[in-house]
């Protein structure tokens, strides 16, 4: 069964700053895919970054990048120019490329970002 | 263009009552995912439905939990009996097709059992 680690349960970073969250997973697949799920306080689960493990290239969403280290099966989500919209929790997310989407979760870091 | 649509959003039931969860799906969807979310927790997969069929309750617990998909209307998930142990958020997802592709996720039902 595939498992999903997050070591960091909370993590500050001023505005305008950088911060790395990581995120290490176990699986024996070798074509999977990776995603960073949002969760701001209202609850709602936001999309931010998606990754298919056969590309090499990380992935980029403006100010959300990853940097994807298969072999290491490490997927950490880069947030730059941090901004006070970003806290909220982070789940990475795994999901194995067969029939039904299911997706396995971390237990998620708390983001808070200081003015 | 709705996003996936729950309701209610917070929902309060005694123990030994019954609990349902409505689940309206994007237009266009005929895929839909259950989550559990614990506190201090990461979502766990309950239920995958399509259209009047159950695929994958290998998430779901055996006892008192149930979930539908009908041909017309929302999803339910329907808990029977509820202890203090099911208060969590329940989260419902939607998918166009069922294969490798990101889910949209609702706004969640926080339900807590007094």
């Known amino acids: 069964a595939q498992t999903v680690t997050q070591s960091q349960p909370e993590m500050s970073v001023q505005e305008a700053e950088t911060v790395t969250l990581s995120c290490t997973y176990d699986?024996?697949?070798?074509?999977?895919?990776l995603f960073w799920y949002k969760q701001p306080p209202s609850r709602q689960m936001i999309l931010v970054i998606r990754?298919?493990?056969?590309?090499?290239q990380n992935a980029t969403e403006n100010r959300f990048s990853v940097n994807f280290q298969k072999a290491a099966k490490s997927f950490s989500l880069k947030i730059s120019d941090s901004q006070l919209g970003d806290t909220a929790m982070y789940f990475c997310?795994?999901?194995?490329?067969?029939?039904?989407?299911?997706?396995?979760f971390g237990a998620g870091t708390i983001l808070r970002v200081k003015s | 263009n709705a996003g996936v649509m729950q309701n209610p959003r917070h929902l309060v039931r005694r123990r030994g009552q019954e609990a349902r969860l409505r689940c309206s799906p994007m237009?266009?969807?005929?895929?839909v995912y259950w989550y559990r979310q614990l506190p201090e927790e990461g979502l766990k997969f309950m239920v995958y439905?399509?259209?009047?069929?159950?695929?994958?309750e290998s998430g779901m617990p055996k006892e008192r939990f149930s979930a539908e998909f009908p041909k017309e209307g929302p999803s339910i998930l329907r808990i029977q009996q509820v202890v203090r142990g099911d208060s969590a958020a329940y989260f419902c997802?939607?998918?166009?097709?069922?294969?490798?592709?990101?889910?949209?996720f609702g706004s969640g039902t926080q339900l807590s059992v007094l």
């Open positions: 997802a939607s998918s166009p097709t069922g294969a490798n592709e990101k889910l949209f």
């Open positions: 439905l399509q259209k009047e069929n159950i695929i994958d």
């Open positions: 699986t024996s697949e070798n074509n999977y895919y």
């Open positions: 990754q298919e493990a056969y590309k090499q």
């Open positions: 237009k266009g969807h005929s895929h």
């Open positions: 997310a795994f999901m194995k490329p067969s029939y039904g989407n299911k997706l396995v």
